[in-house]
T-cell receptor, first 115, second 116 residues
Framework: GENVEQHPSTLSVQEGDSAVIKCTYSDSASNYFPWYKQELGKGPQLIIDIRSNVGEKKDQRIAVTLNKTAKHFSLHITETQPEDSAVYFCAASRAGHNQGGKLIFGQGTELSVKP | DTAVSQTPKYLVTQMGNDKSIKCEQNLGHDTMYWYKQDSKKFLKIMFSYNNKELIINETVPNRFSPKSPDKAHLNLHINSLELGDSAVYFC???????????????FGPGTRLTVT
């Protein structure tokens, strides 16, 4: 069935360092890959996304890469700050006609940025 | 503020009771979702509605019944609550329109349900 594996489950970095979170998806028909940040007691917040016709996307300190052949995608955060500390989720979806937009989530990565 | 809102934020109830969670979005979206987040923070879709029509039902027990009175609201009613229903329930919405792909989903703040 559809599955998204996310690693690592926890990640601790020093402020200013980079953080990388990796995901692998099983459904080759997936065409949309968002990343969400969830702070304690809040709902997931969409921070960046990538569609299957693009290999890389960047927004300030965050970037996402997609390797469709290997069915891998990754989140890169540079110059980390304490406020980046949160749980990050990757997801995959078959966005399209009559697909309903169902997001299959990874297990989450708890990122801790130490000042 | 434009957003997805949910009420209540916390819900504590006893086994066997029936309860409802309400969701409203004022983003003008026409697709809405319910997700369940378990104690290990795993997020799983439960339902999806597009223009008041059910389009996803992910093998959720029929004790759970979503209702969409209009495309801005999607409520979740749960009958005969069980201990295993304890979780955080998130509502989300997406700007999918008929004939166009669903992409970005925006989540509400969540409702923490505790069944005792």
């Amino acid at each position: 069935g559809e599955n998204v594996e996310q690693h690592p489950s926890t990640l601790s970095v020093q402020e200013g360092d980079s953080a990388v979170i990796k995901c692998t998806y099983s459904d080759s028909a997936s065409n949309y890959f968002p990343w969400y940040k969830q702070e304690l007691g809040k709902g997931p917040q969409l921070i960046i996304d990538i569609r299957s016709n693009v290999g890389e996307k960047k927004d300030q300190r965050i970037a996402v890469t997609l390797n469709k052949t290997a069915k891998h995608f990754s989140l890169h955060i540079t110059e980390t700050q304490p406020e980046d500390s949160a749980v990050y989720f990757c997801a995959a979806s078959r966005a399209g006609h009559n697909q309903g937009g169902k997001l299959i989530f990874g297990q989450g990565t708890e990122l801790s940025v130490k000042p | 503020d434009t957003a997805v809102s949910q009420t209540p934020k916390y819900l504590v109830t006893q086994m066997g009771n029936d309860k409802s969670i309400k969701c409203e979005q004022n983003l003008g979206h026409d697709t809405m979702y319910w997700y369940k987040q378990d104690s290990k923070k795993f997020l799983k879709i439960m339902f999806s509605y597009n223009n008041k029509e059910l389009i996803i039902n992910e093998t959720v027990p029929n004790r759970f019944s979503p209702k969409s009175p209009d495309k801005a609201h999607l409520n979740l009613h749960i009958n005969s609550l069980e201990l295993g229903d304890s979780a955080v329930y998130f509502c989300a919405s997406s700007p999918r329109t008929s004939g166009r792909p669903a992409y970005e989903q925006y989540f509400g703040p969540g409702t923490r349900l505790t069944v005792t």
